[in-house]
């Protein structure tokens, strides 16, 4: 059983930081994939980051320059370094694993964690 336990959420003002945390059970390295996606009300939910288990990252361009992923392998974590928040990044972030092995392919959640940003 793969649980994500995120942490970090919470309220800031504009141009303000928080860092968000996801806790793996077991070993981060099962997953060729972990990343952070958002969904605002009324909205689908988007990937915001993503990296691989070779650490390369990608990001969608609304938070580039401003987001950063990370990974520690030593702790099982993925974490969310957000910078410059804007009301737009209010949302709830989730924490995805992504475990494939070429037959099998199955993404796993955390139960959210909410980020509101005040104007």
């Known amino acids: 059983q793969v649980q994500l336990v995120e942490s970090g959420g919470g309220l800031v003002q504009a141009g303000g930081s928080l860092r968000l945390s996801c806790a793996t059970s077991g070993s981060i390295f099962r997953f060729n994939r972990m990343g952070w996606y958002r969904q605002a009300p009324g909205k689908q939910r988007e990937l915001v980051a993503a990296?691989?288990?070779?650490?390369?990252?990608n990001y969608a361009d609304s938070v580039k320059s401003r987001f950063t992923i990370s990974r520690d392998n030593a702790k099982n974590t993925v974490s969310l370094q957000m910078n410059s928040l804007k009301p737009e990044d209010t949302a709830v972030y989730y924490c995805?694993?992504?475990?494939?092995?070429?037959?099998?392919?199955?993404?796993?959640w955390g139960q959210g964690t909410q980020v509101t940003v005040s104007s």
């Open positions: 995805n694993a992504n475990f494939n092995t070429g037959i099998t392919n199955q993404d796993y």
């Open positions: 990296i691989l288990r070779s650490g390369s990252s």
